[in-house]
């Protein structure tokens, strides 16, 4: 309990928390912060923000990779035309396109963390300005309120019932209460009552900055499709260094013909083994994805959360302030037990007035019910979402003192209570109550809400906010489950479901009667959908159930009774007008408060997923008949069928280009697990059947063409098996088939095309088919290819199935039997 000072009725306000206003510390003088500035004692940790440009570089230039093709290229430019040399600028202009993709994220994720950046009220000569946490210095007044975070380590100056969660530092399940003296440590959240503390550190020497620093970096690490890619990188790392070594003993000892020729035809080897353009297209897909989500004012403060909530099957939603707008309305007041409505209404304007920081329900009091004259309070409970009321003793106009709960009915009434009856029939139709009660002692001493005796019921109208209907319709549509889990009234919390069409909204479930062991509450959390009375423990021990469960959950709210369900869900999603702290822990931020953001969150999170799983298939599949053409060729002790100007124009054609296309189409399809082995499945398969086909037709071609340029003869042969292949697995991964995309293989078979026909495109790529014989049974020996190729990842969808969620499929499931696009 606190004591309060006088309630002024001029404005309708209460004095300041803690001492009187003359005796309030008036924080430092402009003085003294500009001593502090000049010796460096600022709060200089950065914010929340993306990588530098030269990260970003780095990041993109110096990979293993591109070191290996770097080699590779200047070699070439030495020893070979400049058309044997062309993978060496692909790789530049890619990694030119990664550069500004990312470039285009950072000043996307930039202009939005301004925007989104928490602002404590610091208190300098007298008077509490919002400002920036890098604008605080040591030794500053800084304010806090219910849901405020802890931006430095300090000293608490002032405390009204103030009351921190430190769980998210020290793992303390219970908020401790603090008074004037303790310390406090960044990092920590402010569950009830308000105060003020001074900055005794700031910069890297809080607590928890350098934690905070680490883990608030932009990165696109970190998440299943980066360390799957990662995986594949360095298996193909250790198949292609000995198949490298192997073939250049092979081209250049071995083989007796123009060394300039045999460099050529080796690296026109081992370039294709390098998968080079995955990275950069997962990298640019990423990118996209924040700058696409930026313009609807979303910010992704981990870049993983994209793909994350792509693979959510369950969504957490709290009700307030995400299926209901922030703010309410009184629509009735219902005395009880013979009390005069007038009367309840003065206290009731008492009890606005005397809290400076009202929520949701209490500000809907204050607009209602004007502040009575002549009314002292002198002391307060403040609101807990633990408790589930606030209290406050009121010296009244008459001379009497009285001491007042509010809060919600079913915790401060025992069953069987009159005025219940009377609740749960407003809670039918969806409306929140509040009682008032009259108590003896103190609010906060023991048995005072055992004692509490019913004065009125007051009816609260919640505003729904009219997205949410239909992004509630959006997830169902998707196979993602939702959960409504509220602290209000259970019937109450089922009734606003109930009006937004919401499946089992009938049937809600009160948090209290909940078993403690976790399996047994993650099977009535899988039977139900909408719980009410959840405590803020509760909601973090929901969230892991559901995990516990094999569930990927998403998490929503906007009040500090969230944060700890936010920080432990997979992902956490924050209104952008919610406290400092559930801001803090969620990886996404809705700026514009909109609940009908999160649909393209998940469409963005399953186009990235979805079609890099696609494009993998398309570069693995290279990787995999490059590996195997080696490794023949170095068993067979014949010439490499290829220069690097052929490859470059297959992995063009049937690779670089629809890959960017793919990557960047919509995708509906649920992210399904195991990436590498969805990849892989069909990626050996496909590369097996292409590696042979193309061996074949170039055995053939070397047994059919004799003479001096026999070997050009065989070469464009073998290319025009390898080509029709690689575009029979670039129309399987397509699938299912649009317009665009028959489109964009019809395209890409033009251009081969109009390769052969030209005479000058011939010469520069060394492709010229001879005859008519070896042609055409390129043609034929690539159709069975194709006919294989189906066969065969038929028979690996069936024989290796993917164990992802149903309907997931493509390249990941059945080829050609993906989702709706």
């Known amino acids: 309990m606190t004591q309060r000072a006088k309630i002024d009725t001029d404005d309708g306000g209460a004095a300041e928390d803690g001492p009187p206003v003359e005796h309030r ?3 430092l003088t402009s003085a003294e912060v500009a001593e502090r500035v000049a010796r460096g004692e600022v709060n200089d940790v950065p914010v929340r923000s993306s990588r530098s440009l030269a990260d970003i570089v780095r990041a993109n230039v110096f990979t293993r990779f591109n070191a290996i093709i770097g080699v590779l290229w200047v070699i070439m430019l030495f020893v070979a035309p400049v058309q044997d040399g062309l993978f060496g600028f692909v790789i530049i202009a890619n990694t030119g396109i990664g550069i500004v993709q990312e470039l285009r994220a950072k000043k996307t994720l930039d202009g939005l963390a301004v925007v989104g950046e928490a602002k404590p009220a610091v208190r300098r000569d007298g008077t509490a300005t919002p400002l920036s946490t890098s604008e605080i210095v040591l030794g500053d ?3 806090l309120r219910p849901g405020d975070k802890v931006v430095v380590d300090g000293v608490v ?9 430190e769980s998210l530092l020290t793992g303390e399940a219970d908020p401790v209460v603090k008074k004037p003296g303790d310390p406090v440590m960044s990092g920590s959240f402010v569950v009830a009552g308000g105060g003020a503390f001074t900055a005794t550190k700031v910069g890297r020497e809080a607590y928890a900055a350098q934690l905070a620093e680490e883990a608030s970096r932009f990165t696109l690490v970190h998440s299943e499709l980066r360390s799957g890619i990662s995986t594949i990188l360095t298996y193909v790392t250790w198949m292609m260094v000995p198949t490298a070594i192997g073939l250049i003993i092979s081209q250049l000892v071995v083989k007796n013909t123009d060394l300039k020729e045999s460099i050529a035809r080796t690296v026109g080897g081992i370039v294709p083994m390098i998968p080079e353009g995955l990275v950069l297209l997962t990298s640019v897909a990423f990118a996209i994805g924040v700058v696409r989500l930026g313009r ?8 993983p959360a994209i793909e994350g909530l792509a693979r959510v099957d369950v969504v957490c939603l709290d009700k307030t302030g995400t299926l209901t707008e922030g703010g309410m309305d009184v629509t009735g007041l219902r005395p009880l037990n013979g009390c005069d409505e007038a009367y309840a209404r003065k206290v009731l304007g008492a009890f606005g007035a005397s809290d400076p920081h009202p929520n949701a329900s209490l500000r809907a009091v204050v607009d209602a019910y004007p502040a009575p004259e002549g009314w002292t309070c002198t002391g307060t409970l403040p609101f807990s979402s633990a408790r589930k009321y606030s209290g406050a003793v009121f010296e009244e106009d008459s001379g009497g003192t009285t001491s007042w709960l509010l809060g919600a009915p079913d915790v401060l009434l025992g069953d069987g209570d009159p005025a219940l009856a009377e609740t749960d029939r407003l809670n039918e139709r969806g409306l929140r109550v509040l009682l008032l009660a009259r108590t003896d002692g103190e609010p906060g001493s023991p048995g005072a809400a055992e004692a509490a005796r019913p004065a009125a019921l007051v009816v609260l109208e919640q505003r729904l906010r009219p997205d949410a209907s239909d992004t509630l319709a959006y997830f169902a549509d998707q196979n993602v489950a939702t959960k409504v889990i509220s602290g209000d009234n259970a019937v109450s919390v089922g ?5 937004l069409d919401l499946a089992g909204a009938e049937h809600a479930v009160d948090a209290r009667t909940l078993p403690d062991d976790r399996e047994k509450m993650g099977r009535v959390l899988d ?15 929901m969230v892991a159930a559901l995990q516990s469960r094999g569930h990927t959950v998403a998490m929503t709210g906007d009040g500090v009774n969230d944060v700890l369900a936010l920080k432990d869900a997979d992902i956490g999603v924050s209104m952008g007008s919610g406290s400092e702290a559930t801001r803090a822990v969620a990886q996404i931020v809705l700026l514009n408060d909109s609940f009908a953001t999160l649909p393209s969150v998940v469409a963005e999170g399953r186009r990235v997923i979805g079609n890099i799983t696609r494009v993998a298939t398309l570069f693995l599949t290279k990787t995999v008949y490059s590996v195997l053409l080696a490794v023949l060729v170095v068993c067979s002790q014949v010439e490499y069928p290829f220069l690097p100007r052929h490859l470059t124009l297959l992995s063009t054609l049937t690779i670089g280009v629809p890959a960017f296309f793919l990557a960047l189409a919509p995708n509906r399809e649920r992210a399904a697990p195991h990436f590498v082995r969805r990849v892989m499945r069909y990626a050996i398969p496909g590369g097996v059947v292409a590696a042979a086909a193309t061996f074949t037709t170039y055995l053939l071609a070397r047994h059919h063409y004799s003479g001096a340029d026999a070997l050009g ?3 464009s042969a073998a290319t025009l098996t390898l080509f029709l292949v690689s575009l029979w697995v670039l129309a399987i991964v397509a699938r299912p088939y649009t317009w665009w995309r028959l489109a964009l293989v019809a395209a890409m078979a033009a251009a081969f095309l109009l390769v052969l026909a030209v005479p000058w495109l011939q010469d520069f790529f060394a492709l010229r088919l001879v005859g008519t014989t070896m042609p055409w049974a390129a043609v034929v020996i690539a159709a069975a290819g194709a006919a294989l190729l189906e066969c065969a990842w038929r028979w690996v969808g069936r024989r290796f199935p993917a164990q992802g969620p149903a309907g997931a499929r493509g390249p990941g499931g059945v080829p050609g039997a993906g989702g709706r696009r």
């Open 157 to 165: 100056a002032e405390a009204d019932s103030l009351e921190v969660d």
């Open 25 to 27: 510390p008036a924080g």
């Open 141 to 143: 007044l800084i304010e």
């Open 527 to 541: 039977e139900n959908t909408v719980f009410g009375r959840v405590s803020p423990r509760q909601k973090r021990d």
């Open 713 to 715: 003869a065989e070469t």
């Open 495 to 499: 009734a606003v479901a109930g009006k």
């Open 296 to 303: 609807k004012q979303c910010l992704v403060q981990e870049l």
